[in-house]
């Protein structure tokens, strides 16, 4: 079985420890009513042919947006190409890049 670029044994459903930071931090955002829901890895994107992006989170915002956010320790080139692609292929959704640096979360919209 070949293994997604940039996913070194990575299961599917199953966080990493960033991931699993940046759930502890949608948790705090729903608590205090900043979104209304996330959930990982739930849904999958068919991008091409054969071609697919599974967004780490699917966040429903307090006013009902769906914002797709994907989590990188750093950014490779075929991942960024790819969130762009899912970015203009699905133009009713919001799709952001979330990177940790310092301890603080730096998002990137696309």
């Given amino acids: 079985m070949r293994r997604a670029v940039g996913r070194v044994n990575h299961t599917p459903g199953k966080m990493n420890k960033l991931e699993a930071a940046y759930a502890l931090e949608l948790k705090v955002l729903q608590q205090i009513n900043a979104i209304h829901a996330f959930s990982f890895e739930a849904i999958k994107l068919r991008l091409a042919n054969l071609t697919f992006f599974t967004p780490d989170f699917l966040v429903i915002g307090a006013n009902g947006e769906v914002i797709f956010h994907e989590l990188k320790g750093h950014w490779e080139d075929d991942a960024r190409v790819k ?23 730096i998002v990137e919209e696309f």
């Fill in 83 to 105: 969130i762009k692609v899912a970015a203009q292929a699905f133009p009713w959704f919001r799709f952001v890049g979330v990177t940790r640096k310092k301890g603080q979360w």
